[in-house]
């Protein structure tokens, strides 16, 4: 039971102070005045206002409730060195015995810094103490007990962002005189362009003190992809600078590694993986459009979007034979620069499209002969997108470009409609792969069905090279693409692909086709036929081949400790010419894939290892993140560690409950807040002075003050 009076005024609070006021004021006057029954006024009146205020006497029905102490145990990676996980586990089945000494205390136990589950990198405790506070309340909480090395990322800086008034403690594993040393990256690229180098900054740091005396000297032996292994001698805290090449696109990786100390507490912090995605200057794309028609702006507006693409584009308005009269300086704003763009400046572009472009005089057969020049010998890349023109007497194969394009006309061209499709190779290239809406979940389908629209025209071709990858009317070639010397060369035999951009008959995967041809042409590496692939996720190695062939022989992984193994690639269901396979490794580094020369050799390489850099970036056990938060909520931080060194023999702080001191740790002990919190079950409400009683007394002090004033 618990008893308090509390009040209930009938009348508005700032009306009964008004009121108390003005009866004051009226006893003051009559003392002044020293008139008869002042004192029987004023005890009739105080009689009145504690009527108005109604008081109540208030009995609770209260049932305490237990005090909550939360502890909080590190998981993180950190916490895996040396013997600190039996050093936690020790201090927490001495805790267990504490805490059972100590009565209406209830013990809630928090797993943080458990890798994977946490969005920011680091040991991110408060973070998961947070978690559990959701279903706490805060009037209840008696203390946080932290147990950690101390490396912890997220520690607030107030005490009223904990949303909490309660000690927090830290029991500190590990040993306060731990030796390491790390590679500190400070400044390092995220990308370069193809050819040229990154300078990467870094220093050797040094955190406690080496039980061996040796200089200051260390070794670091720098590897790069393709490149022999470097050493680099250095000094400790010295800044450094290392030349990160940046060979080809896609993710470029420098592994720097430290040489190891005796009596350093890990080895894992010392190597630094530095992966930076190499970028190709804008690749230069030079448009011919024989003539004006709907499927020119289709490729203008393909390239245009490309911010990787600086597009030269000309479209031929009139033929030179067409004679009108027209003065020339009237049909066209400038001269179409032949000589220059063919001549001169034609190893300058990566790619050359002809867009529905006849052989009608503009360019002389020189010209012709320098692209396939610039072709095979100087590895540009030609595309030509065709229709009616390529089944012409003009067709630009009656020229000396013949000996490049994979396919000669027949002079007849398919006018009916009918539905690309992807031929058994499309569906193993990386161009035609996949392409959205096509049917290749059934591999073993003879005739998957596209869900593309109709196109009406294509030029027949008979090929003479190269890979058919897609099929139009009657099953005859629509896309060839071929390797021809040191270029590339691709046939579309339809001008139609604008209908899929206009959307008629449901349009089709025009931007994807399109996009990926004239980046294949141009050489991107994602694209290439054959391909391996190398990832990795902690210590998981993920290899993947894409091939054009219908079997790949096993890859040999290389380890960084120099070990060597044979992984067998499966192939993966419903992607053709794709094979994968995931192995478990060993040694966190750099690992280095490649397939048999006999095969034509395709190297990869990954980093395999911790995924979280910061975790294990600084090692040893410290108390000076903690302290500040324990300082300012009065708690403490102990080192729990004995003299002997066993981990399992720890010296935990005596645990004590109290209710009103403000310092809440000291030598060898530690306190626990008493919330005597409660939850009320029932309460009852009982007038003090109201009804018949409250009346009789008013009346009667009433009563009294008229017969005294009366004498």
Not at 184 to 196: D, K
Not at 485 to 490: E, F, M, P, S, T
Request: no cysteine.
């Amino acid at each position: 039971m618990n008893w308090s009076i509390t009040f209930a005024p009938l009348v508005p609070m700032p009306v009964l102070i008004a009121l108390t006021v003005v009866a004051l004021g009226l006893v003051v006057v009559l003392l002044m005045r020293r008139s008869r029954g002042a004192l029987l006024r004023l005890a009739a009146l105080a009689a009145l206002i504690g009527a108005i205020f109604n008081p109540i006497l208030k009995e609770e029905q209260r049932e305490g409730l237990a005090n909550v102490a939360i502890v909080v145990l590190d998981e993180s990676p950190s916490q895996k060195l040396s013997d600190r996980t039996q050093q936690m586990q020790a201090i927490r089945d001495d805790l267990e015995k504490k805490f059972a000494k100590i009565p209406n205390l209830k013990i809630k136990w928090v797993t943080g810094g458990v890798p994977g589950e946490q969005a920011a990198p680091g040991t991110n405790l408060f973070t998961d103490l947070n978690s559990a506070l959701n279903d706490t309340a805060p009037d209840r909480i008696a203390g946080v007990l932290f147990v950690t090395d101390g490396q912890v990322h997220d520690v607030p800086k107030s005490a009223a962002s904990l949303g909490f008034d309660a000690p927090v403690h830290t029991l500190l594993t590990g040993k306060p005189d731990e030796f390491d040393r790390r590679i500190e990256v400070m400044e390092a690229p995220r990308y370069g362009l193809v050819g040229q180098s990154r300078p990467i900054e870094l220093a050797v740091r040094e955190t406690g003190k080496a039980p061996t005396a040796e200089s200051g000297a260390v070794t670091l032996k720098v590897r790069r992809e393709g490149l022999p292994d470097e050493t680099v001698r250095t000094e400790i805290n010295r800044k450094v600078k290392i030349d990160m090449p940046i060979p080809h696109t896609g993710t470029n990786i420098v592994e720097i590694e430290l040489q190891p100390t005796p009596g350093e507490l890990t080895t894992a912090n010392n190597r630094a993986v530095v992966a930076a995605e190499g970028v190709r200057e804008n690749l230069r794309v030079l448009l011919v459009s024989g003539e004006p028609h709907p499927g020119e702006r289709t490729w203008r507006n393909l390239l245009k979007s490309d911010a990787a693409v600086d597009l030269v584009h000309f479209t031929i308005l009139r033929p030179p034979e067409k004679q009108d009269g027209t003065p020339i300086n009237q049909l066209s704003l400038i001269a179409f620069p032949t000589r220059e763009l063919f001549s001169e400046k034609i190893n300058q572009f990566d790619l050359i499209i002809f867009d529905r472009y006849e052989h009608r005089g503009i360019l002389q057969l020189l010209y012709y002969d320098n692209i396939a020049k610039y072709v095979t010998e100087h590895g540009g890349a030609l595309l030509v997108a065709a229709g009616d023109d390529y089944a012409s007497a003009f067709s630009i194969y009656h020229t000396p470009l013949a000996p490049v394009l994979p396919a000669a006309p027949t002079g007849r061209v398919l006018e009916m409609p009918f539905r690309a499709k992807v031929t058994p190779e499309g569906q193993k290239h990386p161009v035609t792969r996949g392409l959205p809406g096509w049917n290749s979940a059934n591999v073993a389908d003879a005739s998957p069905k596209p869900t593309w629209g109709k196109w009406f025209r294509q030029a027949e071709v008979t090929p003479k090279r190269g890979r058919i990858v897609m099929t139009g009317a009657e099953d005859k070639p629509l896309l060839i693409l071929d390797r021809n010397g040191k270029g590339r060369v691709a046939l579309l035999t339809s001008d139609q692909a604008w209908l899929w951009a206009r959307g008629y008959d449901g349009g089709g995967p025009h931007t994807d086709l399109l996009r990926r041809l004239s980046h294949w042409l141009m050489k991107e590496p994602d694209l290439e036929e054959e391909r391996l692939i190398a990832t990795s996720k902690g210590m998981k190695l993920t290899l993947e081949r894409r091939s054009m062939e219908d079997k790949v022989g096993p890859v040999k992984v290389l380890g960084p400790g120099g070990d060597t193994t044979d992984v067998t690639l499966k192939p993966v269901t419903g992607q053709p010419g794709v094979w994968r396979s995931t192995v478990d490794v060993k040694l966190p580094g750099l690992y280095k894939a490649e397939t048999s020369a006999t095969t034509g050799q395709l190297t990869a390489v990954a980093n395999a290892g911790v995924e979280d850099p910061r975790e294990m970036s600084e090692v040893t056990a410290t108390e000076d993140k903690m302290k500040p938060i324990a300082d300012t909520t009065g708690g403490g931080v102990f080192w729990t560690r004995t003299q002997n060194g066993s981990a399992t023999n720890v010296d935990v702080p005596r645990i004590s409950m109290m209710s009103a001191a403000k310092v809440m740790a000291g030598s060898g002990w530690l306190g626990l807040k008493d919330r005597q919190a409660y939850l009320t079950r029932g309460v009852k409400l009982t007038p003090m002075f109201t009804g018949f009683a409250a009346l009789s007394a008013l009346l009667a002090l009433i009563a009294l003050a008229w017969w005294r004033e009366g004498r």
